[in-house]
């Protein structure tokens, strides 16, 4: 019985210290005096990144993320599967693709991309002198405690242990969606950006997976 409750144990402490190697969080948030609820509205959902699979993948994650709250999303490689980045862009050549969107209904448009990738090298230091409360004990951590006391033992010094050093690389993944209300006026059309840093995920999929749930929180 003690080795099942110990190997449930190590389990359990072992799928906290893996969830607690990444972290996500909004790196900043922007929403203009015209958004309102998106759920009454057909929202277009586009990836921009020359990988066609990483595309399919991002856009769809959000999707999913974005229906579950309610909100009417598509992703832009099933709406328009022949749709190519615009390369030449012309305020004409923009107004036809805008055109184009609002033609099927999608008055909402969301581009996403990856900003910057950061690295950054951590040093962590462990072992060296134990604590403090190890060396003096409870009883003698303030001063008056320790000198009212005639009858305190002379303290052994600390503990040493051996101190290593070790280096680690964190890479943080900052990412970008930017919303705009099609049917508005030109000036008017941006609704929110949102940018997301996503630190040590374990996979690809994981960056997916929490900028998606990021971002449709703050599009809710």
């Given at each position: 019985?003690?080795?099942?409750?110990?190997?449930?144990?190590?389990?359990?402490?072992?799928?906290?210290?893996?969830?607690?190697?990444?972290?996500?969080?909004?790196?900043?948030?922007?929403?203009?005096?015209?958004?309102?609820?998106l759920?009454?509205?057909?929202?277009?959902v586009?990836?921009?990144?020359?990988?066609?699979?990483?595309?399919?993948?991002?856009?769809?994650?959000?999707?999913?993320?974005?229906?579950?709250?309610?909100?009417?999303?598509?992703?832009?490689?099933?709406?328009?599967?022949?749709?190519?980045?615009?390369?030449?862009?012309?305020?004409?050549?923009?107004?036809?693709?805008?055109?184009m969107?609002?033609?099927?209904?999608?008055?909402?448009?969301?581009?996403?991309?990856?900003?910057?990738?950061?690295?950054?090298?951590?040093?962590?230091?462990?072992g060296?002198?134990?604590?403090?409360?190890?060396?003096?004990?409870?009883?003698?951590?303030?001063?008056?405690?320790?000198?009212?006391?005639?009858?305190?033992?002379?303290?052994?010094?600390?503990?040493?242990?051996?101190?290593?050093?070790?280096?680690?690389?964190?890479?943080?993944?900052?990412?970008?969606?930017?919303?705009?209300?099609?049917?508005?006026?030109?000036?008017?059309?941006?609704?929110?950006?949102?940018?997301?840093?996503?630190?040590?995920?374990?996979?690809?999929?994981?960056?997916?997976?929490?900028?998606?749930?990021?971002?449709?929180?703050?599009?809710?």
């Amino acid at each position: 019985m003690k080795n099942i409750f110990r190997s449930l144990f190590l389990l359990v402490l072992t799928a906290i210290f893996l969830s607690s190697c990444s972290g996500m969080q909004i790196a900043s948030s922007y929403k203009s005096d015209d958004f309102e609820t998106l759920r009454n509205k057909k929202m277009l959902v586009i990836a921009r990144t020359p990988m066609e699979d990483v595309r399919k993948a991002y856009e769809l994650d959000l999707v999913s993320k974005l229906k579950a709250k309610g909100v009417n999303a598509v992703a832009s490689h099933v709406a328009f599967p022949d749709l190519k980045r615009i390369d030449n862009k012309t305020a004409e050549r923009i107004t036809e693709v805008i055109a184009m969107f609002r033609k099927e209904g999608f008055d909402i448009l969301t581009l996403t991309s990856l900003k910057d990738v950061q690295e950054l090298d951590v040093m962590r230091r462990e072992g060296g002198y134990n604590s403090f409360d190890e060396f003096y004990g409870n009883k003698y951590i303030t001063l008056v405690a320790y000198y009212d006391d005639v009858t305190a033992p002379p303290r052994l010094g600390p503990k040493e242990m051996d101190e290593q050093i070790t280096y680690t690389t964190e890479t943080t993944y900052v990412l970008e969606a930017v919303t705009y209300n099609l049917s508005l006026e030109e000036e008017k059309r941006l609704l929110s950006v949102s940018t997301a840093e996503i630190t040590n995920p374990d996979t690809g999929k994981g960056v997916r997976k929490a900028f998606a749930k990021i971002v449709a929180n703050e599009l809710k």
